[in-house]
């Protein structure tokens, strides 16, 4: 389970899988809530996430992070988040993957490294609004060479609340995610 609450002086408790020889960490974080408790999972707080990424750099050969961000339903994220985001890749993250504001935002491959600053809605219930019944799948290539985005699937939410992957490019969701910070 990624982004529980940290022990032994890690934030956020990382998770390290081993997939054909290469260890991949994963780090999970959110921002807080506002319902007065002490919560289970980790905080966003980014001196803490930064401490996390430079801490498990040195344990796998890639790092994962995982962030619910950002505003719900704004199609944008704001350029305290993109430098956020810049400083993780910065740090040594490979992929960040933000979720939160429910619509899509953008792909972006930054240095060496690949921000999806949110990737909108998988399931859900909210079909009321069309931006809300999207979201995105995403899938990498880890290679001792790097890591290159090999597919784009643009999800949509049936009526029927199922969710349909249908294949997209990268400059596809830029355009779309442009057309909708425009509107």
């Known amino acids: 389970l990624v982004g529980l609450t940290g022990v032994d002086g890690w934030h956020s408790r990382p998770v390290v899988i081993n997939v054909k020889g290469s260890k991949i960490g994963f780090l999970g974080y959110a921002d807080a809530d506002s319902y007065g408790h002490a919560p289970l999972y980790a905080l966003n707080r980014q001196s803490e996430v930064l401490d996390d990424v430079a801490r498990l750099r040195d344990r796998v050969n890639t790092v994962v992070v995982s962030l619910h961000w950002g505003d719900e339903f704004v199609r944008a994220p704001s350029p305290e988040r993109r430098d956020y985001a810049h400083s993780l890749i910065e740090a040594g993250t490979d992929i960040v993957l933000g979720h939160h504001p429910h619509v899509v935002q ?24 069309p931006r809300t019944r999207e979201g995105l799948s995403t899938r990498f290539d880890l290679s001792s060479n790097g890591i290159a985005l090999t597919g784009i699937e643009q999800v949509f939410i049936r009526d029927d609340l199922t969710p349909i992957g249908i294949p997209a490019s990268l400059e596809h969701v830029a355009a779309h995610v442009k057309e909708d910070e425009a509107s």
């Open 106 to 129: 953008n792909v972006e491959q930054y240095q060496s490294g690949w921000i999806c600053y949110s990737l909108g809605n998988f399931i859900s219930d909210m079909i009321w609004n």
